[in-house]
C-alpha cells in the first residue's frame, strides 16, 4: 500500500503564494507518476498538474494554471511539490495529490492508484 500526505494548504489573499507538499511512502516509496488534482466546493474533482518520476515530463491543466504553478519532485525525500504563485479566488479548493505506478502521465483522476487525504486552500480578495 502506497500513503501519500499532504501539507502546506491554508488562507491567504489573492496574489499571495503556496508551496504544497506531498510526501509518499509505504511500499512504492515512489511512484512514477505524481499528479495534483483539486475540487471545490459542489465541483467535480480537476486535474492541475502531474509529474514523471524523473521529473522530466510535467502536464498541466491549462495555460493559467502553467503561467502560475510549478510542479516539482525530490525523490531522494519521496516528496512532490506544487509551487502555486499570483492565487486567485477561483483557485480555492481541497488540493489533493495521487499516486500511480504506470509511466504515462495521465490527468484523468480515474487513472490514478492512490490519493491522499487533501489539503484546503482558501484564496480571498
Known amino acids: 500500500q502506497v500513503q501519500l500526505v499532504e501539507s502546506g494548504g491554508g488562507s491567504v489573499q489573492a496574489g499571495d503564494s503556496l508551496r504544497l507538499s506531498c510526501v509518499v511512502s509505504?511500499?512504492?516509496?515512489?511512484?512514477?507518476?505524481v499528479g495534483w488534482f483539486r475540487q471545490a466546493q459542489g465541483k467535480d474533482r480537476e486535474f492541475v498538474a502531474a509529474?514523471?518520476?524523473?521529473?522530466?515530463?510535467?502536464?498541466y491543466s491549462d495555460s493559467s494554471v502553467e503561467e502560475r504553478f510549478t510542479v516539482s519532485r525530490d525523490n531522494a525525500k519521496n516528496t512532490v511539490y506544487l509551487q502555486m504563485n499570483v492565487l486567485k479566488p477561483g483557485d480555492t479548493a481541497v488540493y489533493f495529490c495521487?499516486?500511480?505506478?504506470?509511466?504515462?502521465?495521465?490527468?484523468?483522476?480515474?487513472?490514478?492508484?492512490?490519493w491522499g487525504q487533501g489539503t484546503q486552500v482558501t484564496v480571498s480578495l
Open positions: 509529474i514523471s518520476r524523473g521529473g522530466g515530463t510535467v502536464k
Open positions: 495521487a499516486a500511480r505506478s504506470a509511466t504515462f502521465v495521465a490527468t484523468d483522476p480515474a487513472e490514478y492508484d492512490f
Open positions: 509505504g511500499r512504492t516509496s515512489s511512484p512514477v507518476v
